[in-house]
């Protein structure tokens, strides 16, 4: 079949074929548009609620029913169940072992970050694999370890059981690998081209960290703190041995949960004290992430 060109309707000028404006090509264009606007497919929108549901049978639910357990007879019983000499003396120890840690954490673990991304070296590998350990550990077995080395039999000489010292070298074995493995990621991805240039100009190493690396880190150091101090403030295996939970010295606030329970003498008074406890380390825990979430977005804006 051969096509006459002089039928064919002439071009316009700059040689550009007129497109139809209401040709296949076009409603395929108009339906592509409307779908990508469309803000939930026909499986997306039931995913998500499957997801919405799963989320709140196994952390929304539990956790209002602790709370709603916790002021459930008024808030008078929950203000008087949290500052019970006892238990104040626990929350408190409690938390300040947990910034603590969270502090440490934030210094040894940008440091062991940045060797095991910037130095390599024998035995990098095994330093590595060791970090790993305390996700892995069962926390009892972490406890066993610290009575083992740090007990009365102690094979380094040091006795640690029933000491503050104890519980926070414990809670800084089972907390070690989060702002190491929240950082370590950060550091690979790091562009070193700012960095020597900075060098180049004769900038100092210290210098060059504190203006160049520490900024781009800083978000990643304090995400993996938050996670740690939201670790240790529940933390029970680790601690349970190395502690010997005295009443106002080494009682923290998950051991005189475990306590209340344990009481078989008014189980709905020790259960709404519990809760109320429950509801402290819940609220100081939020109150961590959600600081942390704001801080991120804002430094993500700031670019």
């Known amino acids: 079949m051969s096509i006459d060109l002089a039928d ?16 296949g090509g076009g409603r395929a264009s108009a339906g592509r548009g409307v779908q990508a606007r469309q803000p ?4 997306s929108g ?24 916790a002021f459930g007879s008024g808030a008078g019983d929950f203000w008087s169940a949290v500052t019970e000499p006892r238990v104040r003396s626990a929350l408190e120890l409690t938390v300040i072992l947990a910034v603590g840690v969270a502090v440490v954490n934030a210094i040894m ?20 694999f060791a970090i790993d350990i305390p996700f892995a550990l069962p926390t009892i077995v972490a406890g066993l370890v610290m009575l ?29 690998p989060f702002t190491v493995r929240t950082v370590q990621p950060v550091l690979l991805d790091l562009d070193r081209e700012a960095e020597q240039a900075a060098a180049s100009l004769g900038a100092a190493p210290n210098a060059v960290f504190r203006r160049i690396v520490l900024p781009q880190i800083l978000p990643a150091m304090a995400s993996g703190s938050a996670l740690a101090f939201a670790r240790a403030l529940g933390e029970y295996g680790s601690l349970v041995y190395i502690s010997s939970a005295l009443p106002f010295k080494t009682e923290w ?6 306590g209340l329970l344990q009481d078989p003498t008014n189980v709905d008074r020790t259960t709404q004290q519990a809760s109320a406890i429950a509801a402290i380390l819940l609220v100081a ?16 804006r700031r670019g």
């Open 148 to 176: 083992a080395l740090y007990g009365a039999n102690s094979p380094v000489g040091i006795n640690l059981v029933g000491a503050r010292t104890g519980m926070f070298v414990a809670l800084l074995f089972v907390t070690l």
């Open 40 to 43: 939930f497919g026909r499986i």
């Open 46 to 69: 039931p995913t998500l609620g499957v997801l919405v549901l799963w989320v709140s049978l196994i952390v929304l639910l539990p956790l209002t029913a602790v709370v709603g357990k």
């Open 8 to 23: 064919a309707p002439p071009a316009p000028a700059g040689g550009v074929s007129p497109v139809p404006s209401s040709g």
């Open 285 to 300: 825990s939020a109150l961590v992430l959600v600081t942390l979430t704001v801080i991120e977005r804002r430094v993500a």
């Open 109 to 128: 673990g940008t440091v062991i970050a940045w060797v095991l991304v910037r130095e390599r070296f024998r035995g990098s590998s095994l330093l590595e």
């Open 253 to 258: 606030a998950a051991q005189v949960i475990y």
